[in-house]
């Protein structure tokens, strides 16, 4: 039997307005079933694919998959000039790859249910423009039904990650884990960046407890016990928590790196053009003076200076904004497991929360901007690489990620970042 879709976002919109990002930013690697498809459509009869491979070699521990091959500019063969997918207008948008099909939405298998997020390298779902998501519940389920097929499913529940090493819990367990931190970030009666300093001070006293006997409901009732017990232990007063140190503020320039580079495409930034720049843009994030290095063409020049000078507080509408991006992240539970590189579960919340600061300082750099511009660019930027780019699933960056949390820096960069 199908997995059902049972959470579906519903503070988030979105339709396809045909910007062409994805028909130009992301390699499409297809299954043999795919390739076998496309093969057997007859592409040769139009002129301007008729001497151009189709398919290629993924290349490295890819090279035994295939891929959409790709023009010089990076948007893919089968792209017309109207900004039209060949494959759908000739033969329907079934006879497309799934991985076409599905983007946006991102299926997490929880248990016996899926749970649907967004990505938000798409610029419709950054600016949150088109119809409600739950018009999309047929496609969806559609989708899910394909992927079980895909991934070799057959309606099997799927193992929880690990809350942390050696300790799980079930899935019934573990989503309610989830409501409690989306009960505390879905509170706008505080400002978003002391929801999440809560969210982090929630994992940390979650990782000193055992959660053998505490399940069910005693389980709820611990998780609301403790919840409402962090005013006394998460300081309101931004000015309270202490300065990112060094050691921080070094491995956080290099995670900000990490999320700002994009060496291919249409948005590939003039310092990720080759192994030279490359370097000289490392040591510039690694000593945090002068022009920060463009590695994506839709920052502007700016300096490290300028990220740090505080902008103030952020607008109603960019707060919800992020709101609304961190509700999703969290809610489709694409924070951890096989949706994240196989992060265990305070783990993945822990990277979650870096993209924080990481938000707050491309807002800065793009001050210039209209507000709802520049956040919804800093969340296009961003949510490219959550959860996708390999780097971020590299043991290099764990393990940063875990320096930052055994220092208390997360905290601290969350609320330096915010002024």
């Not at 140190?245 to 249409?266: E, M, N, T």
Request: hydrophobic share 40%; net charge positive.
């Amino acid at each position: 039997m199908a997995l059902p879709v049972r959470h579906l976002p519903v503070v988030q919109n979105w339709d396809c307005h045909g910007c062409t990002n994805c028909c130009r930013d992301y390699h499409v690697y297809l299954t043999d079933a795919e390739r076998a498809r496309i093969g057997a459509q007859d592409w040769k009869q139009v002129p301007e694919l008729a001497d151009v491979p189709l398919l290629v070699g993924g290349g490295g521990w890819l090279s035994s998959r295939y891929r959409l091959n790709q023009r010089a500019d990076g948007a893919c063969v089968f792209l017309d000039p109207r900004g039209r997918c060949r494959i759908h207008a000739e033969y329907g948008s079934a006879a497309k790859p799934l991985a076409c099909r599905i983007y946006p939405f991102v299926l997490v298998p929880a248990g016996d249910h899926w749970r649907v997020g967004l990505r938000y390298s798409c610029p419709s779902v950054a600016k949150n423009q088109g119809k409600p998501l739950a018009e999309f519940e047929t496609e969806l389920r559609e989708y899910g039904r394909l992927l079980e097929v895909q991934e070799g499913l057959d309606g099997r529940p799927v193992p929880p990650p690990d809350l942390q090493p050696g300790q799980s819990v079930a899935w019934p367990d573990l989503l309610r884990f989830t409501a409690a931190l989306l009960a505390i970030l879905g509170n706008r009666a505080e400002p978003l960046e002391r929801r999440w300093r809560k969210c982090l001070a929630l994992a940390t006293l979650c990782r000193q407890a055992k959660f053998d006997q505490v399940k069910g409901a005693r389980l709820a009732e611990f998780l609301e016990l403790v919840s409402s017990g962090l005013d006394a232990e998460v300081p309101a007063d931004l000015e309270a928590l202490p300065a990112p140190s060094w050691v921080g503020r070094i491995l956080f320039r290099q995670a900000l790196a990490v999320y700002l580079r994009k060496d291919a495409g249409p948005e590939r930034g003039p310092a990720a053009r080759n192994r030279r720049t490359l370097f000289g843009a490392a040591w510039r994030f690694a000593i945090g003076r002068g022009p920060i290095p463009r590695l994506h063409a839709a920052l502007p020049e700016t300096t490290f200076e300028q990220m740090e000078t505080p902008l103030g507080p952020m607008s109603e509408a960019m707060a919800h904004a992020l709101e609304r991006y961190y509700l999703v992240k969290v809610g489709s539970m694409q924070f951890c497991g096989p949706s994240n590189f196989s992060l265990r579960f305070w783990e993945g919340l822990e990277a979650l929360a870096l993209t924080f600061p990481i938000v707050c300082a491309v807002r800065r750099m793009v001050a210039s901007l209209a507000p709802d511009d520049a956040i919804a660019l800093a969340l296009h930027i961003v949510d490219h690489n959550f959860a996708y780019n390999p780097h971020l699933g590299a043991r290099r960056h764990r393990v940063s990620l875990g320096l930052l949390r055994q220092r208390g820096e997360l905290e601290k960069l969350i609320a330096w970042y915010s002024r």
